[in-house]
Antibody
Framework: QVQLVQSGAEVKKPGASVKVSCKAS????????MHWVRQAPGQRLEWMGI????????DYAQKFQGRVTMTSDTSTSTVYMELSSLRSEDTAVYYC??????????????WGQGTLVTVSS | EIVMTQSPATLSVSPGERATLSCRAS??????LAWYRQRPGQAPRLLIY???TRATGIPARFSGSGSGTEFTLTISSLQSEDFAVYFC????????FGGGTKVEIK
């Protein structure tokens, strides 16, 4: 069965960077793109961007451009999301979510368990 | 950015009863809308895509309808696992989510 297993919780200071991993299994890793979505306390889910493991194509939400980098490692079926220049507003649960692969558009058919990133001095 | 507005924010329903959740888009998203259920401490789970198509393994008590700017998720007979938060998401123009509807036990 499809599984997305994320790395553990992180605590970072303002201005630092964080790198979250998402290891995929149960399907052909290179056949599906992966998204990153975050959920800050009391806020709605927020799409951050997408990475295609085949070739490494990425597309980021304008809000995060210049601060986020999404990469993939096909040898380990793992995608990564690195967010830099962290501020307190970046405190959130970060999810990886598999793209459905549906030609009609991007929705998410499997999600990781989430990684809590806390930014605090 | 397309803004998704869900109502009500909280819905109190007794087990076995019907629940009707609404999602409105600030502009037309055609049928490019998905619904998710999120139980406390868990990741969201896809329920419905293309406004009305049930995802794999989703029971028939879940149904979606609507197109354009107005959408509805109906749960015909609430089970214990359905008391959760529900989100809509449009994928017609970038990707945005609604604020969620919490379905609680009455």
């Amino acid at each position: 069965q499809v599984q997305l297993v994320q790395s553990g919780a992180e605590v970072k200071k303002p201005g630092a960077s964080v790198k979250v991993s998402c290891k995929a299994s149960g399907y052909t890793f290179t056949s599906y793109s992966m998204h990153w979505v975050r959920q800050a306390p009391g806020q709605r889910l927020e799409w951050m961007g997408i990475v295609n493991p085949t070739g490494g194509y990425t597309d980021y939400a304008q809000k995060f451009q210049g601060r986020v980098t999404m990469t993939s490692d096909t040898s380990t079926s793992t995608v990564y999301m690195e967010l830099s220049s962290l501020r307190s507003e970046d405190t959130a649960v970060y999810y990886c979510a598999r793209d459905s692969g549906d030609s009609s558009g991007n929705y998410f058919d499997y999600w990781g368990q989430g990684t809590l990133v806390t930014v605090s001095s | 950015e397309i803004v998704m507005t869900q109502s009500p924010a909280t819905l109190s329903v007794s087990p076995g009863e019907r629940a009707t959740l609404s999602c409105r888009a600030s502009q037309s998203v055609s049928s490019n809308l998905a619904w998710y259920r999120q139980r406390p401490g868990q990741a969201p789970r896809l329920l419905i895509y293309e406004a009305s198509t049930r995802a794999t393994g989703i029971p028939a008590r879940f149904s979606g309808s609507g197109s354009g700017t107005e959408f509805t998720l109906t749960i015909s007979s609430l089970q214990s696992e359905d008391f959760a938060v529900y989100f809509c998401q449009q994928y017609n123009n970038w990707l945005t989510f609604g604020g969620g509807t919490k379905v609680e036990i009455k």
